[in-house]
């Protein structure tokens, strides 16, 4: 059982590029996550989803997009990457909305220079 | 609002006991509880619901006091596994499915 998967682990850009990490889950589960991590920072989450083609902003969404096509995928899009971009990048998902735990992906590192 | 922790760090020694807080200015529904080791995925630990239910996981438990709006970590006889960072995470009504994570407390165990 696969749980949540990241890709890329790492990823360099430059300013001004764009790129989007992938996010799948094999879990069934409705409710997916996208979460940055700052250095020494707790978890601040970018945008929601609460099912196939249904989608909604979190507390840092700007200059991120989503996509939410299938249950299982779901990739989030940077845009004109910024320095301020640079953050760890975690997937999450979970079965239900409200008192269900989170299962997260292994993160991706991202740099932007 | 991001709930608060405390303390920032702690350094223990194996077999000694440690608390950590979380605390919100909202009326919370629910708090969770994530360990992080370095460079990996946060992991589930546990959830407390309100009505101040105690839960607990091996030598790792916690309280959550509804009056107060705020939930302790008690890591009893530290282990050296129990290194790593400690996230609380929140919700409130109006955060309902979408935790508020604090700033986390980084715990190492030494032996």
């Known amino acids: 059982n696969a749980g949540v998967t990241q890709t890329p682990k790492f990823r360099i850009l430059k300013i001004g590029q764009s790129m989007t990490l992938q996010c799948a889950q094999d879990?069934?589960?409705?409710?997916m996550y996208w979460y940055r991590q700052d250095p020494g920072m707790g978890l601040k989450l970018i945008y929601y989803?609460?099912?196939?083609?249904?989608?909604d902003k979190g507390e840092v969404p700007n200059g991120y997009n989503v996509s939410r096509s299938t249950t299982e995928d779901f990739p989030l899009r940077l845009e004109l990457a910024a320095p301020s971009q640079t953050s760890v990048y975690f997937c999450?998902?979970?079965?239900?909305?409200?008192?269900?735990?989170?299962?997260f992906g292994s993160g991706t590192q991202l740099s932007v220079l | 609002q991001q709930p608060v922790q405390s303390p920032q760090a702690v350094i223990l020694r194996e077999g000694e006991d440690a608390v950590i807080n979380c605390s919100s200015s909202k009326a919370l529904y629910s708090v969770h509880w994530y360990r992080q080791k370095h460079g990996e995925a946060p992991v589930f630990l546990m959830i407390l619901l309100k009505g101040g239910e105690q839960k607990g996981h091996d030598k790792i438990s916690a309280s959550f006091n509804e009056k107060k709006q705020q939930s302790s970590l008690y890591l009893t006889a530290s282990q050296l596994s129990y290194s790593g960072t400690y996230f609380c995470g929140t919700e409130s009504g109006d955060s309902w499915g979408k935790l508020q994570f604090g700033a986390g407390t980084q715990v190492v165990v030494t032996p």
């Open positions: 999450a998902s979970s079965y239900g909305q409200g008192y269900e735990k989170l299962f």
């Open positions: 989803s609460v099912g196939a083609g249904i989608t």
């Open positions: 879990m069934n589960h409705n409710y």
